[in-house]
């Protein structure tokens, strides 16, 4: 099960995430956020956006949102974001 293990604020609404399987990327959360939602519309704030942590291998925020690792690895590998390390 793939977990995030290590995550940086790398702007206002960006992370690096880092993956247990050694993979890692920037994610935006413009997307997200463009939603406006009752959850995801504190995530446009970069101070609130910058509370962001790890639950469980979970990127999390503390109004309970969360968004799984396997889902943001996909995506992200979808994309062609994810970087892979060298075996």
Do not use: Q
Request: aromatic content about 8%; overall charge neutral.
């Amino acid at each position: 099960m793939i977990k995030i293990v290590r995550l940086a604020v790398t702007g206002p609404t960006s992370l690096s995430l880092a993956f247990s399987d050694g993979s890692h990327a920037t994610w935006c959360a413009d997307d997200l956020i463009a939603r406006d939602t009752v959850m995801t519309r504190p995530l446009g704030d970069a101070g609130y956006f910058a509370r962001a942590f790890i639950e469980g291998g979970a990127l999390a925020w503390p109004n309970g949102f969360e968004l799984s690792a396997a889902s943001l690895h996909r995506r992200l590998a979808e994309s062609g974001a994810l970087i892979r390390s060298a075996a």
